[in-house]
């Protein structure tokens, strides 16, 4: 009887974006660390002389980027249970679409290699996303009765960009410890031949990912603004 109801409430309940989007995002990168684990084993440590081949560096970079997607898609999650606090919908919604397509397509699919500019875009709309959570933490300290400082629309849109910029540092911070650790290559400082890169070229993946970093949070920073600027000289009464 007790099964019966919960699986009526689960299947009758029409479900949000928020879960189908997970449901995809949890299947895509459990098969793909299945998938990755065999590959790994198959593949030779370099290529055939003269050949351009998927080496055991590279399933081994697609295999911690799945396992450690599987493990941050429930961040959220956690923060919610953990310190009591409401994170919008839409804000599930665009951390589960980044990470599917940075870590299931890009890493998994190759989108990297065969899209040009992909890890661009990812950064950019990172950097936008980012920068709508430090809006969305901004907004929660602004409601919260017990904070009796009220933060200014020009304060608020300071802290989403820098908190986005400050994410995105961290981010580099990883990317240059599991290269370190692993030998792989995720801020691109080889050459896919395996030459190491030096000096300007070297820093030149890393910089790029900041720069665009720096201007998705700089639009959504200033359209912020610009909303809670108009939002605050409403006349009182309109809607």
């Known amino acids: 009887m007790l099964y019966n109801t919960a699986m ?28 990755v684990a065999v590959r790994l084993a198959q593949v030779p440590v370099y290529a055939p002389a003269g050949e351009q081949a998927q080496v055991k560096a590279d399933y081994m970079l697609s295999l911690v980027q799945c396992c450690l997607g599987l493990l941050v898609m429930f961040v959220p ?4 249970k953990r310190f009591s ?9 665009l951390y589960y679409i980044f990470l599917y397509c940075a870590v299931y397509l890009g890493e998994v699919q190759r ?34 009765k017990r904070i009796p400082v009220r933060l200014s629309p020009g304060f608020v849109a300071l802290f989403a960009f820098c908190f986005a910029l400050a994410s995105g540092a961290v ?32 820093l030149a993946d890393t910089m790029g990912d900041l720069i665009v970093d720096a201007a998705g949070a700089l639009v959504l920073s200033l359209a912020g603004y610009l909303s809670l600027k108009f939002k605050k000289q409403k006349p009182k009464g309109v809607v």
Request: proline share 3%; hydrophobic share 50%; no cysteine.
């Open 171 to 202: 981010w580099e911070i990883y990317e240059y410890t599991v290269d370190s650790i692993l030998k792989l290559n995720m801020q691109k400082y080889m050459t896919e031949s395996g030459s190491i890169l030096s000096g300007r070229a070297a």
């Open 111 to 144: 989108f990297y290699f065969l899209i040009p500019n992909w890890d661009a875009y990812l950064h950019t709309f990172s950097g936008a996303m980012l920068g709508a959570l430090g809006f969305s933490i901004a907004s929660m300290m602004n409601e919260e």
């Open 77 to 80: 999650s956690f923060v919610e």
């Open 8 to 35: 009526k409430r689960i299947f009758l309940k029409k479900p949000s974006w928020k879960i189908i989007l997970g449901v995809i995002l949890f299947a895509s990168l459990l098969f793909s660390v299945v998938h």
């Open 85 to 93: 606090v409401n994170i919008p919908n839409y804000m599930y919604v």
